[in-house]
């Protein structure tokens, strides 16, 4: 079955490391989102990619990269500079850039926890 | 710039009873609305949205949601509610005019249904 794969299910990172978490989909997506979400505020989005070798900032980006060399894989780097990272990430993707019209297709998650 | 409200944070109600989850959208003009639903510790789930067309939307597990412009609203109903639907239901909705690449997301609203 078709769907997006997010790795690891939970994820430790001590201060100051920089850890990637990965988002792979066999769907077909042109394009791919990442989201954080955090108690009590919904979703923000990080970074968004429609089509590969292109992406682009969400509202909450700093802190974080990604890249998109292959049209599957969308991963999210969270770097040393982003402050308070412990949060619930979740990937998405939809089959064009304009994913309102058909709307998303969700990865599970990782969970990242800073100790 | 758009944006999502969802009046209620926590909705408790009986099993077998009916339940609405309100929503509300900061602009009228040319909007697409989605209600999602997230299990704990996982992604979400589209449960229905709303392009075009008639204003009373049908999606799955038994849910419906209706599109009223004029109040900008698109509340979320179940006319029986059962256990298996506690989660967590997220509104959204994508600006045509400003972002229709994005889909803005409200805070959420907690269903625990009551046996």
């Known amino acids: 079955d078709g769907g997006i794969t997010q790795s690891p299910k939970y994820l430790f990172r001590k201060e100051g490391q920089n850890v990637t978490l990965s988002c792979e989909q066999n769907?077909?997506?042109?394009?791919m989102y990442w989201y954080r979400q955090d108690p009590g505020q919904g979703l923000r989005l990080i970074y968004y990619?429609?089509?590969?070798?292109?992406?682009q900032k969400g509202d909450i980006a700093e802190g974080y990269s990604v890249s998109r060399e292959k049209k599957e894989s969308f991963p999210l780097t969270v770097t040393s500079a982003q402050k308070n990272p412990t949060a619930f990430y979740l990937c998405?993707?939809?089959?064009?850039?304009?994913?309102?019209?058909?709307?998303?297709?969700f990865g599970s998650g990782t969970r990242l926890t800073v100790v | 710039a758009q944006s999502v409200t969802q009046l209620d944070s926590q909705v408790p109600v009986f099993e077998e009873a009916p339940v609405e989850l309100r929503c509300n959208y900061s602009s009228s003009v040319s909007v697409y609305l989605f209600w999602y639903v997230q299990y704990p510790n996982q992604g979400l789930q589209l449960l229905l949205k709303?392009?075009?067309?008639?204003?009373l939307v049908k999606g799955i597990n038994g849910f419906e949601a209706e599109f009223n412009k004029s109040q900008t609203s698109f509340h979320l109903r179940k006319p029986s509610v059962h256990i298996s639907d506690t989660a967590e239901y997220f509104c959204a909705v994508s600006d045509l005019r400003t972002s229709y690449d994005k889909v803005i997301f409200g805070p959420g609203t907690s269903l625990s249904v009551i046996p």
């Open positions: 998405a993707s939809s089959p064009d850039g304009a994913g309102a019209n058909y709307g998303y297709t």
């Open positions: 709303y392009l075009s067309g008639s204003t």
């Open positions: 990619s429609q089509i590969v070798n292109d992406f």
């Open positions: 769907l077909n997506h042109d394009a």
